[in-house]
């Protein structure tokens, strides 16, 4: 399973959660193990920063991203929780919230589509030359490699990409 060795606790119990997860939503368990690398790192007290913000983490969690996918507050509510509760939670009790997220969703048919999901459900199953909202680019410049104030599905895929080591690449997209 991608990245699991960066488990340090509970991760017998993780493992064994990411699995039934994963079967319940029907994908592999390499494509959620690779979304919540690339939006926590699999830190399940990850919290968004923006300047200004205060800088302990759980002061932010109600305001900002905050988990294994990085929750917005407005969908933290939706599942019924907060980002201080998610903060609060460890990675395996987080993993419910994660389940409870993606399944209402229909079941993606590639990891890019998971990820969109995560990132932005309005991509899902658009092709390579879709462009996002330029709004998207407001909180995501780092994205926009080319700077010229647009990404679309097709650049976001590619910079997701590169943003992954090499075998996850390799596992992920072929």
């Known amino acids: 399973m ?9 991760r017998k119990a993780f493992e064994s959660k990411v699995l039934s997860v994963c079967r ?9 193990m690779a979304v919540m690398w690339l939006e926590s790192r699999l830190n399940a007290q990850a919290v968004n920063y923006q300047t200004g913000d205060p800088h302990r983490a759980e002061e932010r969690a109600d305001m900002r991203a905050v988990g294994l ?12 929780t907060t980002g201080a509760e998610l903060y609060r939670m ?9 389940k409870k997220y993606f399944a209402q969703f229909p079941t ?3 990891f890019i589509d998971l990820y969109a999901l995560c990132f ?3 991509a899902v199953g658009r092709g390579d030359d879709w462009f996002f909202p330029r709004t998207v680019l407001q909180f995501n410049a780092s994205l926009d490699d080319n700077r010229d ?4 599905k097709g650049e976001w ?13 390799t596992i992920l997209f072929g």
């Not at 319940?24 to 959620?32: E, F, G, N, R, V």
């Not at 460890?90 to 994660?98: E, K, M, P």
């Open 108 to 110: 993606p048919t590639t």
């Open 149 to 152: 104030g647009m990404l679309s």
């Open 69 to 80: 996918i990085q929750f917005l507050p407005s969908t933290a509510r939706a599942l019924g």
């Open 120 to 122: 932005y459900p309005a």
């Open 157 to 169: 895929k590619e910079k997701v990409r590169r943003l992954l080591p090499a075998h996850a690449r």
């Open 2 to 10: 991608l990245f699991i060795e960066l488990i340090r606790e509970n």
């Open 90 to 98: 460890d990675a395996v009790a987080q993993l419910d919230y994660v």
């Open 24 to 32: 319940s939503l029907k994908i592999p368990a390499d494509w959620l």
